[in-house]
């Protein structure tokens, strides 16, 4: 499935993570590798922790950090791809609108 902002997503069970000064340390148990993530990407992180749609992570990042939606839309899709591609991240379902 493609990755949009109708689509439902939530954190692959294969990894361990913990926050550090407001910063994330993710460990992919799958590849053994860790990944680093700074404060927005961390509330990311925590908002997908449970499937979540990604229009509802822009929205709520949107309103945390006080940013422009459209820009937000584009960082968060961006980031949520990469921890796709990282096995961090699975699509749950999609739905066009």
């Not at 990894?15 to 053994?32: F, K, P, Q």
Request: glycine content about 4%; charged content about 25%.
């Amino acid at each position: 499935m493609d990755l949009s902002v109708n689509s439902r997503v939530v954190a692959t069970r294969d990894n361990v993570s913990c926050e550090l000064e407001g910063e994330a340390v993710i460990l992919n148990l799958v590849d053994t590798v860790y990944y680093g993530l700074n404060e927005s990407a961390l509330a990311i992180w925590a908002l997908i922790r449970e499937p979540a749609f990604v229009w509802e992570i822009r929205d709520e990042i949107v309103r945390q950090f006080h940013v422009e939606p459209d820009s937000c839309e584009k960082d968060v899709l961006n980031l949520l791809g990469q921890l796709k591609d990282s096995a961090l991240l699975q699509i749950v379902s999609s739905k066009e609108s």
